[in-house]
């Protein structure tokens, strides 16, 4: 996707000042990638696992 000059400097300036938030959307999209793309069968196997042991947590609290 193409942008304005304009928006990709608010972007930079969004990012450089909302560290964290950059932070989690790069962790999202490098484990998206990895699953659609790299992932083996125990792989998913193993993210399922861990997914359904997070989300017991989660409804623990």
């Known amino acids: ?6 928006q990709n400097e608010a972007n930079k300036k ?3 000042e909302n560290p964290e938030w950059k932070k989690y959307t ?3 999209n ?6 659609r793309n790299h992932a ?3 792989d998913l196997e193993m993210i399922i696992e ?3 042991e997070k989300l017991k947590e989660s409804n623990e609290d």
């Open 1 to 6: 996707m193409a942008y304005s000059k304009a």
């Open 14 to 16: 969004f990012a450089k």
């Open 26 to 28: 790069n962790y999202k």
């Open 30 to 35: 490098w484990a998206k990638g990895f699953i």
């Open 40 to 42: 083996t069968k125990e």
């Open 50 to 52: 861990m997914a359904q």
